[in-house]
């Protein structure tokens, strides 16, 4: 596919709820960020408009985007219809809707071209994150509302699985068009593998990534490894019960949180690690999945995530599993075999190759060009061209 998506001049509007400065933002803000960056190499003009917080500035523009910072995590869907219909944003010329969970209801006050990014459905993470009425509102949003009101829009999933589970809440296929996630340049560190068994968790400390699995994992292998070390990389307003959640089983130093890191620490984590555990409820894709490949160091995941089955070659690049005893006791038997463990890193060093920021970016830019044609994209995926 050739780079020929001109869009000099056109300015694109996201709307997301988060952005990565954000101290709960993850991997779809980091999607994001390097979707408006493509974008802005190709000659748009760029504003990121998402909820407000502490650690940067209501007003900034970086390598090229705007951010307008409104709001908290709830008022910014407000802020965000409030700031197109009273133009502060100037002349748009199409919209990036995030969908993460609530869409912005964008297509309600603009005629311009809407494009609606979906990392995944949230049907399981509702009633784990909002118990409740609140939840269930959220869910009928999400499941019948949305689907109504961006009928005529053009999707963007991040995998097929959300695709797929974005078709059985009434999407049209056709409308879908499948852009994957990239993966970073590796960040070289040196430091090599741990010398004893060590398993990283690396994401946002929230609920639905069930942290405590791999604590618990963790726990469990100790006995016949007593220097394994999990380590847990990242922040979020979970972490206090994580800690005490770990403290109540008697982790001892068996679990150490490394909290919020550089980018360094990061891959050095990766690069030390015997494996990444990542037992999250849902995934759209998991950039981390690719950030450790990068480092030779495979995955166990679970299956019913969704873009786990695309972002990790099961028996090749790392390991699905159906349930948390399987997470336990695959993570127990790669850290005794050393020889499969090895096999499986080079398969998941091979695999974080496979996808580039820069093909989703050229991907991402098709979509966006087309729909100020008019058009409808189905497929950006390559394994479908």
Partial sequence: MSDVHDLSGRHIAFFSWRDTHNPEGGGAERYLEKMADGLVARGARVTILCAAHAAAPPDETVDGVRFLRRGTKLSVYKEGVSALVRRELG????????????PFFTRAATR??????????????????????SGRVGWWIERRLAP??????????????????????????????????????????????????????????VPHKQVEHAIDAALALRTRHPDLRLHVVGSGWWEAELHAYAEARGAGDTVVFEGHVDERRKHEVYEQAWLLGLPSLKEGWGLVIGEAGMHRTPTVAYRSAGGTRESVADGRSGVLVD?????????GRLVDDHEERAR????????????????????????????????IIDSQDPDEE
């Fill in 344 to 375: 499986l890193g080079e398969g998941a060093h091979a695999m974080s190759h496979q996808f580039t920021w820069g093909h989703a970016q050229e991907s991402f830019a098709h979509v966006v060009a087309s729909a100020l044609r008019g058009e």
């Fill in 91 to 102: 002349r748009v010329d199409a919209v990036v809707d995030v969908q993460n969970g609530l």
């Fill in 112 to 133: 311009r071209p809407v494009i609606v990014l979906v990392h995944h459905v949230h049907r399981e993470q509702w009633p784990v994150v909002y118990p409740g009425l």
């Fill in 323 to 331: 349930d948390e005893a399987e997470f336990t006791a695959v993570l």
């Fill in 148 to 205: 109504r009101l961006y009928r005529a829009c053009q999707y963007v999933a991040v995998s097929r699985a959300t695709r797929g589970e974005l078709v059985d809440l009434g999407v049209d296929r056709e409308r879908i068009a499948v852009v994957h996630n990239g993966t970073d340049p590796v960040i070289p560190v040196g430091v090599g593998k741990a010398p004893h068994p060590m398993i990283a968790v690396v994401g946002r400390l």
